[in-house]
């Protein structure tokens, strides 16, 4: 009897950015994908938060709480004179009351036999989100030999992987596919929708199944996100200038 295997587009961090999140569920049609599973932060930086978070919202089977939505809802976090804190603001009044208390109630991890999703490695999406150097260095190490299975875990805007040797490394191209180790620790950082940091422009996502992952990386239409953020007084010029080259 042939086993089905479950494929997942496992994505985070669109950040207000529809141009990308138009051009990586484009993709996602193109694979033999079962259900998106999405770690969070559909708003923030970008021109177009409300429909990005009301169209992956309507389209993931999972919507998983990210650092800036924790941050969103949480009414000491809106109440400074910055103008990330002014941002939050606007988009808690945008947001309707159903949309808001939805949000409110999201899990922050999620686990599918061997592979467990959540927006950082601690499920604590207001923690600062975990890097692969924190993850090399010897404590983390240390815990890390305790745990198995694979985390796959956002936050970070860029895509690299540690497998149970200790040994990480980073995506360097699309399409680019790793094998996971049957009962041992694998930790993926699945990289960046609307906001990647890995000096790549290019929109980033993951296909995942319970014995391996591909990476994606999306042309889309830079200038166009660019432009719409500039054109919103409200946000920071330098959410713009980002994405032209990924950093």
Same mark, same amino acid.
């Given at each position: 009897?042939?086993?089905?295997?479950?494929?997942?587009?496992?994505?985070?961090?669109?950040?207000?950015?529809?141009?990308?999140?138009?051009?990586?569920?484009?993709?996602?049609?193109?694979? /033999?994908? /079962?259900?998106?599973?999405?770690?969070?932060?559909?708003?923030?930086?970008?021109?177009?938060?409300?429909?990005?978070?009301?169209?992956?919202?309507?389209?993931?089977?999972?919507?998983?709480?990210?650092?800036?939505?924790?941050?969103?809802?949480?009414?000491?976090?809106?109440?400074?004179?910055?103008?990330?804190?002014?941002?939050?603001?606007?988009?808690?009044?945008?947001?309707?009351?159903?949309?808001?208390?939805?949000?409110?109630?999201?899990?922050?991890?999620?686990?599918?036999?061997?592979?467990?999703?959540?927006?950082?490695?601690?499920?604590?999406?207001?923690?600062?989100?975990?890097?692969?150097?924190?993850?090399?260095?010897?404590? &983390?190490?240390?815990?890390?030999?305790?745990?198995?299975?694979?985390?796959?875990?956002?936050?970070?805007?860029?895509?690299?992987?540690?497998?149970?040797?200790?040994?990480?490394?980073?995506?360097?191209?699309?399409?680019?596919?790793?094998?996971?180790?049957?009962?041992?620790?694998?930790?993926?950082?699945?990289?960046?929708?609307? &906001?990647?940091?890995?000096?790549?422009?290019?929109?980033?996502?993951?296909?995942?199944?319970?014995?391996?992952?591909?990476?994606?990386?999306?042309?889309?239409?830079?200038?166009?996100?660019?432009?719409?953020?500039?054109?919103?007084?409200?946000?920071?010029?330098?959410?713009?200038?980002?994405?032209?080259?990924?950093?």
């Amino acid at each position: 009897m042939k086993v089905q295997i479950v494929r997942y587009a496992v994505m985070s961090d669109i950040n207000g950015n529809l141009q990308a999140l138009e051009a990586v569920l484009a993709d996602v049609k193109q694979h /033999d994908i /079962d259900e998106i599973i999405f770690l969070g932060d559909a708003m923030g930086y970008g021109a177009d938060s409300i429909a990005c978070f009301e169209l992956i919202r309507r389209l993931a089977a999972v919507y998983l709480l990210g650092n800036f939505e924790s941050r969103l809802i949480d009414a000491t976090q809106r109440n400074s004179s910055s103008r990330l804190a002014a941002e939050m603001r606007m988009l808690h009044s945008q947001l309707a009351g159903e949309s808001m208390d939805w949000l409110c109630h999201r899990k922050t991890s999620l686990s599918l036999g061997q592979l467990h999703f959540s927006y950082n490695f601690e499920s604590k999406p207001m923690s600062k989100p975990i890097g692969l150097l924190d993850f090399l260095s010897r404590q &983390q190490s240390d815990y890390c030999h305790k745990l198995k299975g694979v985390h796959l875990i956002a936050g970070n805007h860029s895509p690299w992987i540690m497998d149970s040797s200790g040994v990480g490394f980073t995506e360097k191209e699309s399409n680019f596919k790793f094998d996971f180790e049957p009962d041992s620790l694998c930790i993926v950082s699945v990289g960046s929708v609307g &906001q990647p940091r890995d000096g790549d422009p290019r929109a980033g996502y993951a296909i995942v199944d319970e014995s391996s992952i591909v990476w994606r990386r999306i042309q889309y239409d830079v200038d166009g996100a660019i432009a719409a953020i500039v054109l919103n007084s409200e946000l920071a010029p330098a959410n713009a200038e980002r994405l032209r080259n990924g950093v």
